[in-house]
């Protein structure tokens, strides 16, 4: 596609329940992140994923949370027996650069919205 | 944890005027970006500026940067309704030959222009 899709757009949990929310980047792109942002607050790192190597998750919250990418196209961010804490935006981004390339910038989704009740 | 502090949390201002925004940061980076962010949506990559560099123009965009400072200014001038969005900083660290372009974001500036 032309851009990054995130899917679902909106998703409710109750708490305890699973949830998997997905990511299709840029084609070709080599970078995958994951940022999540709480309500009038700033992106907050979570993973990110060369290909399909995950080589830095130290974002991530706990271990409910677990990311993978196994073609290295598409993404799935599952988060495991939510809590309201849990509730916010959680947006992918990607860009064709990889490791040891000049930093450049982030083509990002448009987030999905989770509110956990 | 946020790397950045932007100044001022919100700005509101009128058409045509010009909108400035601040950003201060702690560690030593390879390139600071300023994103736009339309309300429920993602966010918009505006411009970056590079450590050796100080300032950066991109239409009505105005980027200055003092790593002397650990600070950065985004300039809009002759600003438009449409601007009206949250606009955020973000740098890349700078781990000397490796870098992935992780970015760590400030919280943010939301800026209101009244037509």
């Known amino acids: 596609g032309a851009g990054v899709s995130q899917s679902p757009r909106y998703k409710v949990a109750k708490r305890g329940q699973d949830v998997a929310l997905r990511c299709d980047p840029i084609?070709?792109?080599?970078?995958l992140f994951w940022y999540q942002q709480a309500l009038g607050q700033g992106p907050e790192f979570l993973t990110y994923?060369?290909?399909?190597?995950?080589?830095?998750k130290s974002g991530l919250p706990s271990d409910r949370f677990f990311a993978e990418r196994p073609e290295g196209s598409v993404s799935t961010l599952k988060i495991q027996r939510t809590q309201q804490e849990d509730s916010a935006v959680y947006l992918c981004?990607?860009?064709?650069?990889?490791?040891?390339?000049?930093?450049?910038?982030?083509?990002f989704g448009s987030g999905t919205q989770l509110s956990v009740l | 944890s946020q790397q950045g502090e932007e100044d001022p949390q919100a700005l509101s201002i009128q058409e045509g005027e010009n909108a400035t925004m601040n950003c201060s940061y702690k560690?030593?980076?390879?390139?600071l970006q300023w994103y736009r962010q339309n309300s429920g949506r993602g966010l918009v990559h505006l411009i970056l500026?590079?450590?050796?560099?100080r300032e950066k123009h991109s239409g009505r965009l105005r980027v200055t940067l003092d790593t002397s400072k650990k600070s950065s200014s985004l300039l809009i001038t002759a600003s438009r309704a449409a601007d009206t969005a949250s606009y955020f900083c973000?740098?890349?660290?700078?781990?000397?030959?490796?870098?992935?372009?992780?970015?760590?974001f400030g919280q943010g500036t939301i800026l209101t222009v009244h037509p």
């Open positions: 560690t030593s980076i390879n390139n």
């Open positions: 981004a990607s860009t064709i650069y990889g490791t040891n390339s000049l930093s450049g910038k982030l083509f």
């Open positions: 973000a740098t890349v660290p700078y781990a000397g030959g490796t870098s992935y372009g992780k970015l760590t």
């Open positions: 994923f060369q290909n399909e190597a995950q080589l830095d």
């Open positions: 500026i590079r450590s050796n560099e």
């Open positions: 084609s070709g792109h080599v970078s």
